[in-house]
């Protein structure tokens, strides 16, 4: 064999390795001959053929439930009593979410409080954790004229007999507080794990809370249906001042369990009285002609009014309805008013026709 011959050959060979090395190495042909890292090449012969990442799978949270997407008409599902108008009928879309299937209890709030005294106090200050975080015991006794609120006052947020009943005291900035934190908290404990970080802990619209408390039912007066607030036993069903003020008739004076009653067909607890629940909506009396009908949302930073909903233990029926709507300014407290997280599904975006 010439051996001039054999050795060109072999200085081109020795060539093309490096030449193809040194594309690889700035970041071409890797499809083409291997994939030359962990993360498979989204380009392949010249064309992208990007597909899904592998590895993330979105999981229902602790203590939440799915909710569908889907169309409802939203607004007054029955007779407008006092005559507000300000929650006219239309039809809207909603994408699918999770949900808290029960109000933030106190156990769970505390939590958080617990975190921000141990974690926050050099950034925050004591001062500021106490008066804007922490729930405002003193609501049992302000809110209600020549009542005698003192027990409460003392033992309704630290006594261990009231852990699994609803927060109360919170304002709407300090809801939204909790959720950020909540939502640091996940995301923190998924980078240490190396996992997609899931979409993050929020209030729910307006609309997503009425599509949720109706549990499904299209024209739903409350989250059990229609018409009534008695089972066919006589018994009530949900946490409200029935009759003339007789508030023990339910089977709570006050504040019940945070999943005391059935759920609604969501499997959510609690979606008509017990406490009334913050939304991230800001009140409008107009919203229902100025907000879009997929996942409306009226969000005006300006605003301090706040949309409620639910009705409460102290409440009557029509504040109970899936359709009544009321506001609290997002600075006050109140021994009536709680909250509920929500988080965006992103894995079934699809409606009830792309889930046949």
């Not at 499809?31 to 597909?51: D, M």
């Not at 808290?100 to 001062?127: K, M, P, W």
């Not at 609309?207 to 408390?213: F, H, K, N, Q, T």
């Not at 100025?290 to 605003?303: H, R, S």
Request: charged residues 20%; glycine residues 8%; proline residues 4%.
């Amino acid at each position: 064999m010439n051996v001039k011959v054999f050795y060109r050959d072999g200085v081109k060979s020795l060539l093309l390795v490096a030449a193809i090395m040194l594309l690889q190495s700035c970041g071409f042909l890797k499809s083409k001959f291997g994939k030359g890292g962990k993360e498979e090449s989204g380009i392949q012969n010249g064309e992208i053929t990007a597909t899904a990442r592998k590895g993330f799978k979105q999981t229902t949270p602790a203590g939440m439930v799915v909710i569908p997407s889907g169309s409802f008409v939203m607004g007054q599902a029955d007779e407008d009593i006092a005559s507000s108008m300000n929650n006219m009928n239309r039809r809207v879309t909603i994408s699918s979410f999770f949900m808290d299937d029960t109000e933030i209890t106190n156990n769970e709030y505390r939590q958080f409080v617990n975190a921000l005294l141990v974690d926050s106090v050099s950034v925050l200050g004591e001062e500021e954790i106490m008066a804007k975080y922490y729930p405002d015991t003193t609501v049992w006794k302000k809110d209600f004229a020549y009542s005698n609120g003192d027990p409460f006052v003392e033992y309704y947020y630290q006594h261990p007999g009231f852990d699994t009943y609803p927060v109360v005291g919170v304002s709407w900035v300090a809801a939204t507080y909790f959720s950020k934190w909540r939502t640091n908290l996940l995301h923190d404990f998924q980078n240490k794990e190396g996992q997609f970080n899931s979409t993050g802990f929020r209030l729910p619209t307006e609309a997503e809370w009425e599509w949720a408390a109706r549990g499904g039912r299209a024209v739903a007066k409350y989250p059990w249906g229609n018409p009534y607030t008695m089972n066919a036993k006589g018994c009530f069903l949900a946490n409200f001042k029935p009759q003339r003020g007789n508030y023990d008739a339910d089977g709570y004076p006050y504040t019940g369990p945070a999943n005391a009653y059935n759920p609604n067909d969501f499997g959510l607890y609690n979606m008509a009285g017990n406490v009334a629940e913050w939304t991230s909506d800001a009140y409008t009396d107009n919203a229902t002609a100025i907000v879009w009908d997929m996942n409306p949302q009226y969000n005006d930073p300006n605003e301090p009014r706040k949309v409620v909903k639910g009705g409460s233990w102290k409440d009557i029926a029509y504040y109970l309805q899936t359709g009544t709507r009321t506001y609290e300014f997002e600075t006050e407290t109140r021994a009536f008013i709680g909250f509920r997280c929500v988080m965006d599904n992103v894995n079934d975006r699809g409606g009830a026709r792309a889930r046949r």
